[in-house]
Antibody
Framework: EVQLVESGGGLIQPGGSLRLSCAVS????????MSWVRQAPGKGLEWISI???????YYADSVKGRFTISRDNSNNTLYLQMNSLRGEDTAVYYC??????????WGQGTLVTVSS | EIQMTQSPSSVSASVGDRVTITCRAS??????VAWYQQKPGKAPKLLIY???SLQSGVPSRFSGSGSGTDFTLTISSLQPEDFATYYC??????????FGPGTKVNIK
């Protein structure tokens, strides 16, 4: 059974850093493209980052230079390192298995709140 | 960046109704559209991919159509569990995905 479980969210002050984790079971994280998608409270969905199965990474302009996606193949876990956090980064963050058409498996999400 | 719009932003319908949601892309995206259902407090669920392909396990009352810039998600006979928000998403600019703003299906 495929499962994605995010963790690491919480309350953080503006300018702070946080690392999110996405523990994957049911498939190897390096066999598939993997993305992070976020959703601000009461708002729509925003794709923010992808790591290809081959390791190449891409970012949305809104997070480029501040966020870094990575993975640990031995622990089958995807990460999102978030630096220089802003109020507009407040959202539920989802990890999702990604194909060239979209996202077929999603985690349950982890809430990040950026506030002083 | 490819922009996605949806209409209506919300719709009120009754169980058994046929519901149609429209998605429009700012440029030709061929059939690179997916549709998702999201219930409050839950992750989105993939319903349709490449405009008209039904994801495994999704009931056949859901269907998708369209190509180019105009796409449609249809629920042929609305069920109680279908009250949710629906999002379209383009992948023509893979890996730079963009989503529509969502359509909320409410109980009439």
């Amino acid at each position: 059974e495929v499962q994605l479980v995010e963790s690491g969210g919480g309350l953080i002050q503006p300018g702070g850093s946080l690392r999110l984790s996405c523990a994957v079971s049911g498939f190897a994280v390096n066999d598939h493209h993997m993305s992070w998608v976020r959703q601000a409270p009461g708002k729509g969905l925003e794709w923010i980052s992808i790591m290809y199965s081959g390791g190449r990474t891409y970012y949305a302009d809104s997070v480029k230079g501040r966020f870094t996606i990575s993975r640990d193949n031995s622990n089958n876990t995807l990460y999102l390192q978030m630096n220089s956090l802003r109020g507009e980064d407040t959202a539920v963050y989802y990890c999702a298995r990604t194909d060239n058409f979209g996202f077929d498996y999603w985690g349950q999400g982890t809430l990040v709140t950026v506030s002083s | 960046e490819i922009q996605m719009t949806q209409s209506p932003s919300s719709v009120s319908a009754s169980v058994g109704d046929r519901v149609t949601i429209t998605c429009r892309a700012s440029q030709d995206i061929y059939t690179w559209v997916a549709w998702y259902q999201q219930k409050p407090g839950k992750a989105p669920k993939l319903l349709i991919y490449t405009a008209s392909s039904l994801q495994s396990g999704v009931p056949s009352r859901f269907s998708g159509s369209g190509s180019g810039t105009d796409f449609t998600l249809t629920i042929s006979s609305l069920q109680p569990e279908d009250f949710a928000t629906y999002y379209c998403q383009q992948s023509n600019s893979f890996p730079f995905f963009t989503f529509g703003p969502g359509t909320k299906v409410n109980i009439k």
